[in-house]
């Protein structure tokens, strides 16, 4: 079935080695998206605590169930992961072949779930995004939320020759380690800066302005809390710590406005 991304890995070797990528130990609950036959889940499940695995195909989910019987640490459910996602928690690494046509939705939800180390395969061009540095034409949100709390990098290239059936498009191992330092980042900041990105190629100071009326704002007092050199920034050539940073700055203001509104 082409819509549910089913290409399996056939490499042996390479589920072998994401599974040391993600330094799986006993103490490790395990995350991972699109089981499929469960070749990797098993893997898995040899060296973690505890295997969370989330697969869509009712008929995949008997075949792997089987495989995975003798495994007493492995939760097998049933079920399309961005409708049960509000379920599943308690997961501090995540491993998986996940389906690439849910790779954003995905990954939004994965990093903000905060686990300390994630290994994808992932389309190679989705990868690239992910590790691409601000001020690349390939740099987007997704990649600044990437980069805000996680150390990101392509591990190794990943031919469509390994899969079956083989796909269209080559892919690429990412490892994913969680910046300890950063904290989680508020739902409104996160809200404004990916609106900031929907014209990422213009000033910063041109952006703020378009959306300072919906923040109930007038671009004057955001002007005083952000610098000049920052304010003649582009959008995507922002380090994403700057960026949040500066999210942070506006929607206190918008929160002070609110606070005076109401006295
Ligand atoms: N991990 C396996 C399979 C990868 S293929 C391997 O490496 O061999 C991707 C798998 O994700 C398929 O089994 C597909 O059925 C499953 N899948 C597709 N969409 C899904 C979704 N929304 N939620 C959960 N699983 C999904």
């Not at 399309?80 to 995905?106: A, C, E, M, W």
């Not at 990916?194 to 007038?218: A, D, G, H």
Request: hydrophobic share 40%; with cysteine.
């Amino acid at each position: 079935m082409k819509k549910l991304g089913q290409h399996f890995l056939v490499d042996y070797l390479l589920l072998d080695r994401l599974v040391e990528y993600g330094q799986i130990i006993e103490k490790d609950v395990v995350l991972e998206v699109g089981a499929g036959t469960g070749e990797l889940t098993s893997r898995l499940a040899e060296k973690a605590g505890r295997v969370i695995a989330v697969e869509i195909d009712e008929k995949l989910v008997e075949e792997a169930s089987r495989k995975l019987s003798k495994y007493n640490n492995v939760e097998l459910i049933n079920g399309d992961i961005l409708k049960v996602k509000h379920k599943i928690r308690g997961f501090n690494k995540v491993v998986s072949n996940p389906p690439y046509q849910i790779s954003t939705k995905l990954m939004h939800w994965l990093i903000l779930s905060l686990p300390e180390r994630i290994v994808l395969t992932l389309q190679k061009d989705f990868a690239q995004k992910i590790t691409s540095p601000p001020g690349s034409k390939k740099y987007v949100y997704t990649s600044f939320l990437a980069n805000l709390l996680y150390k990101c990098k392509i591990i190794e290239d990943v031919p469509r020759t390994l899969f079956k059936p083989m796909p269209r498009v080559d892919s690429a191992v990412i490892l994913m380690e969680r910046i300890e330092e950063q904290v989680t980042p508020g739902e409104e900041e996160l809200k404004l800066v990916k609106i900031l990105f929907t014209q990422k190629m213009k000033k910063l100071r041109n952006t703020l302005k378009t959306v300072s009326e919906r923040l109930q704002l007038s671009f004057k007092e955001i002007e005083e809390v952000l610098s000049e050199e920052l304010l003649n920034e582009r959008v995507y050539r922002i380090q994403p710590h700057k960026l949040y940073e500066c999210a942070e700055k506006v929607i206190r203001l918008t929160k002070v406005r609110g606070y005076v509104d109401t006295l």
